[in-house]
T-cell receptor, first 113, second 116 residues
Framework: KQEVTQIPAALSVPEGENLVLNCSFT??????LQWFRQDPGKGLTSLLL?????REQTSGRLNASLDKSSGRSTLYIAASQPGDSATYLC????????????FGGGTRVLVKP | EAGVAQSPRYKIIEKRQSVAFWCNPI?????LYWYQQILGQGPKLLIQ????????DSQLPKDRFSAERLKGVDSTLKIQPAKLEDSAVYLC??????????????FGQGTRLTVV
């Protein structure tokens, strides 16, 4: 059974500092991994999707890496801003029957001005 | 392109009452998901549809929860009777397919259910 873990559960940084968010998963047989952002009381916004054959994906200040063999992904957010404050969730799509998207518990980020 | 639509946004009911949520996925998306997100946790899959067939409902409490996707488009999720522990945000998502590069999931705003 696939398990996804995100550590730390919460993170507070001063504005301008780079953010590093970690995601680990137990089964390396995956189709892809997706990073989401969730603002309080809102749904999930897709940030980046990395296919199993890719090592990283970039979008603006966001960069996500994937090391499938070690079961890890890292989301980097450069030059953080107060508007980046949110909960960040990673989810993996196992390459197995049913392949349901499995989420980690999320990392709650606060960027202080 | 319109996103995933959900209604209502908020619902407060008493325990043992029934409630229904509605979801309209992105046009053309064959796969539809219902997730339950309890405060402070990641979303947990309740049921996954491929067109109007169920792919996975292993974590759906079938004694009280039911879901349908008639005609392979809109979907409804029902809880009857509700319990206090059902208080959560119910998220609907859709994706083009359920394999490989078609699996990017897009989520609606969710329905926040409070059972009192």
């Amino acid at each position: 059974k696939q398990e996804v873990t995100q550590i730390p559960a919460a993170l507070s940084v001063p504005e301008g500092e780079n953010l590093v968010l970690n995601c680990s998963f137990t089964d390396s047989a995956i189709y892809n991994l997706q990073w989401f952002r969730q603002d309080p009381g809102k749904g999930l916004t897709s940030l980046l999707l990395i296919q199993s054959s890719q090592r990283e994906q970039t979008s603006g200040r966001l960069n996500a890496s994937l090391d499938k063999s070690s079961g890890r992904s890292t989301l980097y957010i450069a030059a953080s801003q107060p508007g980046d404050s949110a909960t960040y969730l990673c989810a993996v799509r196992p390459a197995a029957a049913g392949n349901k998207l499995t989420f980690g518990g999320g990392t709650r980020v606060l960027v202080k001005p | 392109e319109a996103g995933v639509a959900q209604s209502p946004r908020y619902k407060i009911i008493e325990k043992r009452q029934s409630v229904a949520f509605w979801c309209n996925p992105i046009s053309g998306h064959a796969t539809l998901y219902w997730y339950q997100q309890i405060l402070g946790q990641g979303p947990k899959l309740l049921i996954q549809f491929q067109n109007n067939g169920v792919v996975d409902d292993s974590q759906l409490p079938k004694d009280r929860f039911s879901a349908e996707r008639l005609k392979g488009v809109d979907s409804t999720l029902k809880i009857q009777p509700a319990k206090l522990e059902d208080s959560a945000v119910y998220l609907c998502a859709s994706s083009l397919g359920n394999r490989d590069s078609t699996t990017e999931a897009f989520f609606g705003q969710g329905t926040r259910l409070t059972v009192v």
